[in-house]
């Protein structure tokens, strides 16, 4: 029998969908939903309380609704903190996102690696044991950028936000002593990939950039590996909390991306 259920991702706002292009790739034929909490945007300025309390409860509701299959956590903050809450209150499995410091460690030369994530999710203690697991002979410097996410937001939107704010981003890093070493950047928000190239215009040298969002992919295809799935994908769902002017404003961006219709939760 053919399985119609969806692979469900969820985010405060649109990052997570740097992670719907690689599972995508790999997963032509699954359904997606996509869930971004409008309304408690952004989660990067908000306490581990509010996040811990707030995210399990939304994703109990999207999945009666949606019965997904699968969850993709698509927000490094959310994960960071509240991902054992979500997979104790859930009954089918959980995928989370944590900042990509392993993958930055092996292909870093200088041993100098930057982490540009959220306030919040910069000063998890998940982020200082992932540095002494696996990057322990590097240096790991660190910068929560808010701005940043609401230039991701803009982009989607179809705006050009100036140049010079995604500088003042990146020497959040640079700035730092040592930081002038670094050679690879971790791109700890999903919302950062999707202005990559912006990002790398403004950097005052040639960096690499890395993410979580091909290793997520592969994850998401072990854990459905032997599952039936429909004929096609048919049509994506974007679904938010709050559906307003911002939210329809991304219309176009995210039919780009296979989300044709939009609801509110």
């Given at each position: 029998?053919t ?16 992670i ?11 359904r ?62 959980v ?8 993958p ?25 044991d ?41 020497a ?26 912006q ?38 769902i ?28």
């Amino acid at each position: 029998m053919t399985d119609d259920r969806p692979i469900l991702f969820f985010d405060s706002g649109v990052g997570g969908l740097s992670i719907v292009a690689p599972a995508r790739a790999l997963l032509p034929q699954a359904r997606f939903v996509y869930a971004a909490d409008s309304a408690g945007f952004p989660y990067g300025t908000r306490t581990e309380q509010e996040i811990a309390a707030r995210v399990p409860v939304l994703l109990g509701r999207l999945a009666e609704r949606y019965r997904p299959r699968l969850i993709v956590i698509a927000c490094n903050t959310a994960s960071t903190i509240a991902l054992p809450a979500i997979r104790a209150a859930l009954d089918l499995p959980v995928v989370g996102t944590v900042p990509a410091i392993r993958p930055a460690a092996l292909v870093s030369r200088t041993r100098t690696i930057g982490v540009l994530g959220t306030q919040a999710t910069v000063r998890q203690a998940y982020v200082d044991d992932l540095a002494a697991r696996f990057a322990g002979d590097c240096t790991v410097l660190r910068h929560g950028s808010a701005d940043l996410v609401e230039l991701a937001e803009a982009t989607l939107r179809g705006e050009r936000p100036d140049p010079a704010r995604f500088a003042q981003a990146l020497a959040g890093l640079f700035d730092q002593p040592g930081g002038a070493a670094i050679d690879v950047i971790v791109n700890a928000c999903t919302h950062f990939p999707l202005v990559e190239p912006q990002l790398a215009a403004a950097a005052p040298h040639p960096v690499r950039f890395v993410d979580g969002g091909d290793g997520i992919a592969r994850r998401i295809v072990a854990l459905t590996q032997g599952q039936d799935w429909p004929a096609g994908p048919g049509e994506g769902i974007a679904v938010f909390t709050r559906l307003g002017d911002r939210e329809r404003a991304l219309t176009p961006g995210l039919a780009i991306r296979g989300f044709t219709a939009m609801e509110e939760l």
